[in-house]
């Protein structure tokens, strides 16, 4: 029901009008007044689908317009570039379009149907998060969990040898007679230390493990490790992850 007057009517159809034929800001909102109070009265179309005629479009276009509004409104501190975008983003679940939208940001790329799919989760599988709360990409799982493996196996074989050389030492065995015990058990501490790169800490934040295979940051493997992290990213990137 409208409860305006005729003529306050006649000038909102053609502001709303205007709206709907300058962008798509603000073309949504406007369409969906021009539908909903049926202000298409007053731009002497009989109906929404003929108002959307009127301009060249189709009421599936117009339809479609209104829910990418929504889509819109339900992410006030972004904006999607056009429906595409919006058709993508009315996929996702609500509490997880905020997520998207930053892990398509860090990677330096812009909000389009095709990077905003791209960052999608893929649903079923089990969210691997990094070091510092960051969700793992699908695409990089499998080396991620590679590369912990192998760490875990790397520092446990040292770990290994060091309790021999404890155990050896401590009985004084003499088939280790020769060896420089102190100076043996610094090495392979610093060998388990500089070994620990090996593990996964952080996705990389220059590719995101999205664009990996080209990446001279972590080399392809799509993350970095905790030393590699803490010093050699610079801060503001670091900031920008840890938001
Ligand atoms: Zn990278």
Same mark, same amino acid.
């Given at each position: 029901?409208?409860?305006?007057? #005729?003529?306050?009517?006649?000038?909102?159809?053609?502001?709303?009008?205007?709206?709907?034929?300058?962008?798509?800001?603000?073309?949504?909102? $406007?369409?969906?007044?021009?539908?909903?109070?049926?202000?298409?009265?007053?731009?002497?179309?009989?109906?929404?689908?003929?108002?959307?005629?009127?301009? /060249?479009?189709?009421?599936?276009?117009?339809?479609?317009?209104?829910?990418? /509004?929504?889509? !819109?409104?339900?992410?006030?501190?972004? &904006?999607? #570039?056009?429906? $595409?975008?919006?058709? $993508?983003?009315?996929?996702? #679940?609500?509490?997880?379009? %905020?997520?998207?939208?930053?892990? &398509?940001? *860090?990677? /330096?790329?812009?909000?389009?149907?095709?990077?905003?799919?791209?960052?999608?989760?893929?649903?079923?599988?089990?969210?691997? %998060?990094? /070091?510092?709360?960051?969700? &793992?990409? !699908?695409?990089?799982?499998?080396?991620?969990?590679?590369?912990?493996? $192998?760490?875990? +196996?790397?520092? +446990?074989?040292?770990?290994?040898?060091? %309790?021999?050389?404890?155990?050896?030492?401590?009985?004084? *065995?003499?088939?280790?007679?020769?060896?420089?015990?102190?100076? *043996?058990?610094? %090495?392979?501490?610093?060998?388990? !230390?500089?070994?620990?790169?090996?593990?996964?800490?952080? &996705?990389?934040?220059?590719?995101?493990?999205?664009?990996? +295979?080209?990446?001279?940051?972590?080399?392809?493997?799509?993350?970095?490790?905790?030393?590699?992290?803490?010093?050699?990213?610079?801060?503001?990137?670091? *900031?920008?992850?840890?938001?």
């Amino acid at each position: 029901m409208n409860k305006l007057a #005729p003529i306050d009517l006649a000038r909102m159809a053609n502001v709303e009008h205007r709206k709907v034929t300058n962008g798509l800001s603000e073309a949504a909102d $406007a369409l969906e007044n021009i539908k909903e109070k049926e202000l298409w009265r007053w731009l002497g179309c009989s109906s929404f689908s003929g108002y959307c005629k009127s301009i /060249g479009r189709t009421y599936s276009w117009g339809y479609k317009l209104i829910r990418s /509004g929504e889509v !819109q409104k339900s992410i006030p501190e972004s &904006v999607l #570039p056009n429906q $595409a975008a919006a058709l $993508a983003m009315s996929k996702i #679940p609500l509490p997880q379009r %905020k997520q998207v939208i930053q892990s &398509v940001m *860090d990677s /330096g790329e812009k909000l389009t149907a095709q990077s905003i799919k791209s960052a999608v989760p893929l649903p079923n599988r089990v969210q691997i %998060k990094d /070091g510092t709360g960051f969700p &793992v990409p !699908q695409e990089i799982a499998a080396t991620w969990l590679r590369a912990k493996d $192998a760490s875990e +196996e790397i520092a +446990e074989s040292i770990s290994k040898v060091m %309790k021999l050389l404890e155990k050896a030492n401590e009985n004084r *065995d003499p088939l280790f007679a020769e060896i420089d015990y102190q100076a *043996d058990m610094a %090495k392979l501490s610093m060998l388990r !230390q500089d070994l620990k790169t090996i593990k996964p800490h952080a &996705v990389c934040l220059d590719c995101n493990g999205l664009m990996r +295979e080209s990446c001279k940051v972590c080399n392809g493997r799509g993350f970095i490790s905790q030393f590699f992290y803490e010093y050699k990213i610079p801060q503001n990137k670091k *900031d920008i992850r840890e938001g």
